[in-house]
């Protein structure tokens, strides 16, 4: 699977954006997740959807403000994420699961994108 991602940016506290993961390659994956990471810290579970069912996870701190959908014709992802705020910042990634295991682990997941940054100033 190979994962493009998209959509980052500088935006003003309270402000939004919309991140794109488009998948791609013969290997299935049953969901995608997103993650972030901030400089110094670890790589932390943000969001996840399978794509069967459209069953969407979040984690508490983004509860709320972010929404994960899908679009299966353009085997593609998005987060929308809206009142973001400084702690937001962080590069955010994509990620592929190909085995059901948890989806709110980074370690379930097999294919990453290369990342994008998004920036909330205050």
Do not use: H
């Amino acid at each position: 699977v190979q994962l493009q991602a998209s959509g980052g940016g500088l935006v003003q506290a309270g402000g939004s954006l919309t991140l794109s993961c488009t998948a791609s390659g013969r290997t299935y994956s049953n969901a995608i997740g997103w993650f972030r990471q901030a400089p110094g810290r670890e790589r932390d579970f943000v969001s996840a959807i399978t794509w069967s069912a459209g069953a969407s996870y979040y984690a508490d701190s983004v509860k709320g403000r972010f929404t994960i959908a899908r679009d299966i014709s353009k085997n593609t992802v998005y987060l929308q994420m809206d009142s973001l705020k400084p702690e937001d910042t962080a590069v955010y990634y994509c990620a592929a699961r190909t085995r059901m295991r948890d989806i709110r682990n980074k370690g379930s997941y097999a294919y990453w994108g290369q990342g994008t940054q998004v920036t909330v100033s205050s």
